[in-house]
């Protein structure tokens, strides 16, 4: 995977971890002002979260790199992201994906006594088009 820098989410926690992942998955975007993405097509994604938080688990983790990877990658990779029940009732856009993964996310983050957030999902859909979800303060517990 190529190296890169993305946007970055102003706050003030003291640490931050960056995991990055990709997946190759199809999809369909069944309205007629979809053009021709319409049709079934796939892509590699490219993602990276971003997780922040002020304090760290009994072992020094904020969280975990391969529980990230666990429960996204797992999930989705070499699927049809209509076919999952987190897209019944809306399109699989790259915006949809992306806030779905947060919310896959910080589920997890929750469930966790040190209370690391999920700052913002980067997702790539094609080299020339991304989208970045940031959650508002009040998507948070």
């Not at 990230?68 to 209509?82: A, E, G, Y």
Request: net charge negative; proline share 4%.
């Amino acid at each position: 995977m190529i190296q890169q820098l993305y946007p970055q989410t102003n706050h003030s926690f003291r640490y931050e971890l960056n995991k990055d992942m990709h997946l190759a998955a199809a999809h369909f975007i069944d309205h007629q002002s979809a053009g021709v993405c319409q049709e079934m097509h796939g892509h590699t994604y490219f993602i990276n979260m971003t997780i922040a938080g002020n304090d760290l688990d009994e072992i020094g983790f904020l969280v975990d790199f391969k529980q990230l990877k666990s429960l996204i990658h797992s999930r989705f990779d070499h699927t049809v992201m209509n076919n999952h029940p987190e897209f019944k009732g809306v399109f699989p856009t790259t915006e949809r994906i992306a806030e779905k993964i947060w919310g896959i996310v910080q589920a997890h983050l929750d469930t966790l006594a040190h209370s690391p957030r999920c700052l913002q999902v980067f997702v790539r859909e094609t080299p020339t088009s991304y989208v970045v979800y940031r959650p508002l303060a009040e998507d948070f517990r």
